[in-house]
């Protein structure tokens, strides 16, 4: 499995670990971050957040992906599930006074 | 009263016990007498597209495993998913497509997709029991609004006297087929199923639980309560909308996502122009969505291009499975689905904290120290709902 991205977003491929195919396992790796992590990979990605949009936006849904773009489309996903702590303010990877996603049996796999 | 809501309000208490609440007896009068004899929604016609299409599935408490299928005929059925020869469980299998039917791995007698009895091994050593007979046990099915309906007991009312007003089949015409399906999310919440349907019937709570997901997404300067404008209350489901906070403050990953899809929350569109009749019923101009309470177990929100469902099943007098299911449009690209994620993921944090409170609810209430409810206009569907339990158990005894 390749830890490449597309040509124009080469500078993301630091964050490879994030490119995960499931809800569960992004939501699991933004559980088991630190919030100065999510702020790093968040900042990093903001700036390039709109572009990823647009160049995934000229590939049809449910057409093949090249690993290259299913790594990126994966990143996208994972920008999703990183930003809402960060952009909602919480003061850690889960809201306080929530019940545990981890005691979610069954979640979408996409 | 307050201005929107219509109805019978007839034997509706806003001063209620919940004490006996929480007992095995109750529990079992609730699964024989509430879940025994109510249309039950149990899935939808378009998972089942194709002649010979299947699924199975349990209904906890009630422990029934039921297999619906779609014939031939094109007409969907459901069956106790058990041999009858010796009651092995027939098909194992979570749903798939047969056209030939279905064979029991226990000693290889077959059906037919419609239920009926096909093959039986070594027939001529049985004495005559009649082909008829030895069919799957059929259970009383009905299709509406895309969703499955199951009743188990065939004295039951039949599918449109049980919905009543939200029967019209025009309701919702072609609204629950067009989305993008994302698959189950499932719990067990330590906490009475009744508890999990009077929190997901009211908007009241919004203002407080939701701190952390959608602060201000309801009411605005002039609804500051985020007081309801429409409600219907009929003999027993239950329909209310929800007025969007025009004033919303956008966090900045939402804004990202919605310049790229259909805003679902906790932004609203408010245009509901092309929807059937159902959707946006009070028709209002700060829409944000709909919430309909079909008793007894199931709340759907119903919103410009999206909706949830959520299912309460009762499993123990302190315990419940509770099911619900986001769907947004399909997309049209993957730079479309990646802004949808936003809204998968914002809805599931907002579920899990209206999920956070139950389980102490029902530590606080099951202690006995304090057994009452105290509900306002605005909680009235809790309420209603009940008016409609006591009349399901009223009708049992009666």
Redesign the interface.
């Known amino acids: 499995m390749t830890t490449n991205l597309p040509e124009k977003f080469r500078e993301l491929e630091q964050w490879s670990a994030w490119f995960l195919e499931t ?1 569960r396992e992004r939501h699991d790796k933004r559980a088991q971050s630190t919030m100065e992590d999510l702020r790093a990979f968040h900042a990093a990605l ?1 700036p390039k ?2 572009e ?10 449910g057409a093949p ?1 090249s690993d290259e ?1 299913r790594n990126l ?1 994966h990143l ?2 994972s ?3 990183a ?2 702590p ?3 303010k ?1 003061k850690s990877p889960a ?7 981890e ?8 | 009263m307050p201005n929107g809501i219509n109805g019978d309000l007839t034997g509706i208490d806003f001063h209620l016990d919940v004490k006996d609440l929480f007992t095995e007896e109750t529990y079992q009068r609730d699964i024989d007498e509430i879940f025994k004899k109510s249309w039950l929604a149990v899935a939808h016609d378009y998972d089942l597209p194709n002649p010979g299409d299947f699924k199975t599935r349990k209904l906890p408490g009630l422990n029934y495993n039921v297999l619906i299928t779609r014939g031939k005929d094109g007409k969907i059925r459901a069956f106790h998913n058990i041999c009858r020869h010796r009651g092995n469980m027939l098909v194992c299998k979570a749903q798939g497509t047969s056209r030939q039917g279905f064979s029991c791995s226990y000693h290889g007698w077959t059906y037919n997709i419609d239920g009926t009895v096909k093959g039986i091994t070594d027939r001529e050593q049985f004495p005559p029991y009649g082909n008829e007979a030895l069919g799957l046990a059929e259970i009383r099915c009905e299709v509406r609004h895309s969703f499955i309906f199951l009743n188990f007991d065939d004295d039951a009312e039949d599918l449109d006297s049980w919905l009543g007003e939200l029967a019209p089949p025009n309701l919702y015409e072609g609204f629950f087929q067009n989305f993008h399906s994302t698959g189950h999310y499932t719990t067990t919440i330590r906490a009475n199923w009744n508890l999990i349907m009077d929190a997901f019937s009211e908007a009241y709570h919004t203002m407080f639980v939701h701190k952390n997901t959608a602060t201000d997404y309801l009411g605005g300067a002039d609804n500051k309560m985020r007081h309801v404008p429409a409600m219907d209350i009929w003999r027993l489901h239950a329909r209310h909308a929800t007025a969007a906070n025009p004033a919303h403050k956008w966090a900045d990953v939402e804004t990202l996502a919605y310049r790229h899809t259909a805003r679902a929350f906790p932004s609203f569109d408010s245009n509901s122009d092309g929807l059937p009749p159902g959707v946006d019923f009070g028709k209002l101009e700060h829409w944000a969505f709909d919430i309909v309470k079909l008793f007894p177990n199931l709340i759907m929100l119903t919103g410009r291009d999206w909706f949830i469902e959520g299912y309460t099943w009762p499993s123990a007098a302190n315990e419940s499975v509770y099911e619900w299911n986001i769907y947004l449009r399909n997309p049209t690209t993957y730079g479309e689905r990646v802004a949808q994620e936003f809204s998968y993921i914002i809805a599931r944090e907002i579920a899990c904290e209206d999920l956070f409170l139950l389980e102490k609810q029902q530590d606080a209430l099951e202690s006995g120290a304090v057994t009452e409810y105290f509900l306002s206009f605005q909680e009235l569907i809790v309420a209603q709902h009940y008016r409609s339990r006591a009349h399901m158990l009223s009708t049992a005894k009666g």
């Open positions: 809800e903001t957040m709109e990823l949009i647009q160049y995934l936006s000229a590939i049809e849904w992906l773009d489309f996208g996903l920008y999703m599930e930003a809402v960060i952009d909602l919480w809201a306080e006074d929530s019940f545990p996603v005691r979610l049996e069954k979640m979408p796999v996409r």
